[in-house]
């Protein structure tokens, strides 16, 4: 079978992880941060544009911080936030940018010239499927019929992804394609910048699939917009559980996206156990739950050291697969 981003004791604490609080602060009775300002390294409705959002619904409503802002900073594969993080590391107070398995794709294939290290880290604190959609009024109603669109339709079967080429979502439709007995590197793959633009390409036509984040594909298929074909989870997901698993359709492969946060070099000690407290404590209010279930996240929890060993191992595994696959 084939995994990608994840350790088999990531994959497993994903599924299993339960949160121990300790003396975290609890929500309901101790407010953690009065503010807390998120910076977005690509569009409205993507992946990370979601994470943040969801993440300072959860905090604001559970009254662990008092309040949240967002500023989306397209660019450069997410390189113009991190930039940002960096130059400006001496003035951003109770700052967190989201990322995710990106940061590391994109400083292996130079997309950018920083990398995780060149940050602080804080925790990786969800994990969000993958799937492959099409428009709900598609022809194509699984994945035999899209392998059979593709077979017709050779190079003209054009598969977009909210990612550069080689970037994540490319290289989840290059596994599916791979798992499915195909070339990975003969997809037709277009990039679109971030995840709504990808699937505004769908919608109109420009593409004849769509890779994406599961949650993001949820929200799309409840309003009737597209079919979901399949998803990258081991067994259907109850958030959605009428969408399939590409390993029940055949195709032996599966996939987790981590997300998390960083704040800008040279953050305290202090602020960084702060930053963790009230994110730690997030996972145990009723305000998480609802952001957690409706997004069909994964809850998993890597905080600081863990987080950096977790982000070294996946980079390993990464730039393998990549190797293998003729991207790097």
């Known amino acids: 079978m084939s995994t990608f981003g994840w350790t088999r004791r990531a994959v497993i604490a994903a599924a299993t992880v339960t949160v121990a609080l300790g003396g975290a602060a609890q929500a309901d009775d101790h407010q953690v941060m009065e503010s807390l300002h998120f910076i977005v390294p690509g ?3 993507g992946g990370w544009d979601g994470t943040a959002r969801g993440t300072g619904e959860a905090l604001t409503n559970s009254g662990l911080v008092g309040s949240a802002s967002f500023e989306n900073m397209s660019g450069g594969g997410g390189g113009v936030a991190i930039n940002y993080m960096i130059e400006n590391a001496a003035s951003l107070d109770n700052t ?35 799937a492959i959609v099409v428009p709900a009024d598609s022809d194509i109603e699984g994945m035999d019929g899209l392998l059979a669109s593709y077979a017709d339709q050779g190079p003209d079967f054009a598969v977009g992804g909210g990612s550069v080429p080689g970037g994540m979502d490319h290289l989840v439709a290059a596994m ?8 990975p590197t003969e997809l037709n793959y277009i990039p679109y910048d971030a995840g709504g633009k990808a699937m505004a390409g769908l919608l109109s036509g420009e593409i004849d699939a769509l890779s994406t984040g599961f949650s993001e594909a949820i929200a799309l ?26 390993m029940e359709q055949g195709i032996d492969m599966s996939f987790v996206n981590w997300r998390g946060f960083f704040a800008a070099p040279g953050t305290s000690d202090e602020k960084t156990a702060q930053y963790i407290s009230a994110l730690e ?9 609802d952001v957690r279930a409706r997004n069909g996240w994964v809850n998993i929890w ?5 987080f950096r060993s977790f982000l070294e191992d996946q980079e390993k595994v990464i730039g393998d697969l990549m190797t293998e696959l003729g991207f790097l």
């Open 281 to 289: 404590a997030m996972y145990e209010t009723d305000a998480w739950e």
């Open 43 to 45: 569009g409205a409705g």
């Open 302 to 306: 890597n905080p600081g050291d863990d």
């Open 176 to 183: 599916v394609m791979q798992a499915a007995g195909e070339a």
């Open 96 to 130: 967190l940018m989201v990322n995710s398995t990106p940061i590391v794709i994109r400083s292996l294939t130079g997309v950018f010239p920083q990398s995780f290290r060149d940050l602080t880290l804080v925790a990786g604190t969800i994990g969000d499927y993958a």
């Open 221 to 246: 298929a409840d309003q009737g917009e597209v079919r979901i074909l399949g998803v990258t989870a081991e067994e259907r997901v109850p958030a959605y559980d009428t969408a399939p698993t590409f």
